[in-house]
């Protein structure tokens, strides 16, 4: 087994502060960040993502150039790990190649009930903000917010799902119930 890096140390034995700062302090440590979050080697990956989303900024250039394989990278990953690296995502402008590919994801992981609703939520999040981009797909958000996919969720998540296809209804002048 090789031997753990000053980041791996750091994402092992800190708080998510301390984890912050560090990362923070030592930008040469960033890409190993990236490509830690990227691999599936636990437990460091998942919390990899989980900090690097609250040290980057809105379309950081340091994420842009492994936005790919972020995308990639995604399917195989466990729940809390898919949804960390969604949340980077988000943070992202995404080219339309990108945002095809990483919409199909989201929707398969939306269409999943087993799926933990942290993931779904926010799968869910990156389909209707990209919706908001491309009217073709308002009646997308309207066929997947059914009872079907929604009646899993917490009361919280789906009253905020709710307002997310009530808000995209709205956005498109749409006046039509979905479907329960």
């Known amino acids: 087994m090789s031997k753990e890096t000053k980041l791996e140390y750091a994402l092992l034995h800190s708080h998510k ?24 080697k636990q437990p460091y990956s998942w919390r990899a993502a989980w900090v690097l989303w609250s040290c980057i900024a809105k379309n950081d250039s340091r994420v842009q150039k492994h936005i790919h394989k972020i995308i990639k990278s995604i399917g195989d990953k466990t729940d809390g790990h898919q949804r960390e690296l969604l949340k980077i995502l988000l943070e992202m402008d995404l ?26 939520f926010t799968a869910f999040k990156f389909i209707n903000k990209t919706a908001r981009n491309y009217p073709d797909l308002a009646n997308e958000i309207l066929l997947l917010g059914q ?29 039509t119930k979905s479907k329960g």
């Not at 009646?151 to 209804?169: A, F, Q």
């Open 147 to 175: 009872d079907k996919y929604i009646r899993t969720l917490s009361p919280g998540v789906r009253r905020s799902i709710e307002k997310m296809i009530k808000s995209t209804k709205a956005f498109y002048g749409h006046t």
């Open 95 to 120: 080219t339309p190649e990108q945002q095809g590919y990483l919409f199909d994801l989201c929707v398969s992981l939306w269409e999943q009930p087993e799926k933990k609703p942290s993931v779904r």
């Open 17 to 40: 502060n301390e984890m912050i700062s560090f990362l923070k302090a030592h930008p040469e440590y960033f890409k190993e960040a990236i490509e830690l979050a990227i691999q599936d």
